[in-house]
């Protein structure tokens, strides 16, 4: 059994103050035994897009690098380019985001490297022998680091449920070729009548959607960026959801593999705050699904997002937000939100290949 140390949000005096609570979560869990002295130590975290303000507040991320710092270990801030074309595609504009929202030195006392290189083809790839990858491709700065810290922001997902530590370290840690890869079962269809507004082919980044009397999208050209999706005017584009249960267990083998080669080295942190109904890649953060809960903390990826996901479905739903169903105590958010997906395959596929462990013991502090 795992073990998951909890600090919620009430505070009455400075001592419980948040800033502290993450110094007592890093010690709690032991982070430090984990880190060596002279380490290059990772700490992964989302940056947030460019019109996203859901990320991690990066004076929560000083505490972290600031007890990193204690242990003798040389810790940097990191992340991956994405795979479409927004603000945090290629390097430049991923340092830019990041100093945007606040993921400077001066704040966060951590230098910000972004993993896969400027363009993305800094990757190493990495054996894993699974059921859908003998390989993947991991950034080449993350799979280097001695150690790793990730840190994430747990909320919705349209692809996967949910995303939290699991997902940080699948899409998180993967070079853009690896985000391909998953992605390769997952890609747009055409589902009703095309106006040819031609809005899909506008914001396609590959020339990938073509118009003839209406979308036609080249399956050998989309990578399953997933853009046409959100500009479809009349919501005809969307993704055929007998997929998306190959497309979650590769999630968690590229998950596996960006931790293969580091042992026991690696702590996690979920912050269950802002608990938006999609992901902080998308250019707008919605109202939150349910309260805010609490910070946890764990050497288990599995038993860190199993937790979570109890703990939010334990709270009332929120009425006016993107939930639909399911708002009462004890019921899945996530499946009030994505009815279609089932972002438990993540935990349960997890364990299978040994990633973690579903059962897990909470630990309040």
């Keep these: ?171 998180g840690c993967a070079s853009p070729a690896g985000k391909i890869e998953q992605h390769e079962c997952a890609k747009p269809v055409i589902k009703g009548e095309c106006t040819s507004c031609g809005n899909c ?9 073509s118009i003839e009397k209406k979308s036609i999208i080249d399956y050998n050209k989309c990578i399953a960026c997933n853009f046409c999706l959100e500009e479809c005017p009349e919501s005809v584009i969307g993704l055929d959801f007998g997929n998306i249960p190959p497309f979650i267990e590769k999630m968690v083998e590229y998950a596996y593999g960006a931790v293969k080669n580091k042992g026991r080295k690696v702590g996690y942190i979920n912050f269950l705050m802002n608990i938006t109904p999609d992901c902080d890649c998308v250019t707008w953060s919605d109202a939150p699904i349910v309260p805010d809960i609490g910070i946890l903390a764990s050497t288990d990826p599995v038993a860190i997002d199993c937790a979570s996901v109890d703990l939010i479905n334990e709270q009332f739903g929120f009425k006016n937000s993107l939930l639909r169903r399911n708002f009462k105590e004890g019921e899945d958010k996530f499946k009030g939100v994505w009815s279609k997906v089932d972002g438990n395959i993540l935990l349960r596929y997890g364990q299978e290949i040994g990633l973690g462990n579903m059962d897990y013991e909470l630990i309040k502090i």
């Design 201 to 209: 082919k506008k914001v396609c980044p590959v020339e990938a959607i």
């Design 1 to 171: 059994m795992a073990t998951v140390y909890f600090s919620d949000f009430r505070s009455r005096s400075s001592k419980e103050n948040k800033i502290n609570k993450i110094k007592r979560l890093f010690k709690a869990a032991r982070f430090e035994s984990i880190i060596n002295k002279k380490d290059l130590t990772a700490v992964k975290l989302h940056f947030g897009e460019k019109g996203n303000d859901s990320y991690i507040n990066p004076v929560f991320v000083r505490q972290i690098v600031d007890e990193v710092k204690k242990a003798g270990a040389k810790p940097f801030l990191t992340d991956t380019n994405t795979l479409y074309h927004g603000s945090r595609h290629n390097s430049i504009d991923h340092l830019n985001t990041a100093i945007m929202h606040g993921f400077d030195y001066a704040v966060t006392g951590a230098p910000v490297i972004i993993a896969d290189g400027i363009t993305g083809e800094n990757e190493i790839e990495t054996e894993i022998n699974l059921k859908h990858f003998k390989n993947v491709k991991i950034a080449g700065d993350i799979e280097k680091s001695d150690s790793m810290i990730v840190l994430s922001h747990f909320k919705g997902h349209g692809m996967s449920g949910f995303g939290g530590a699991i997902k940080n370290l699948a899409m």
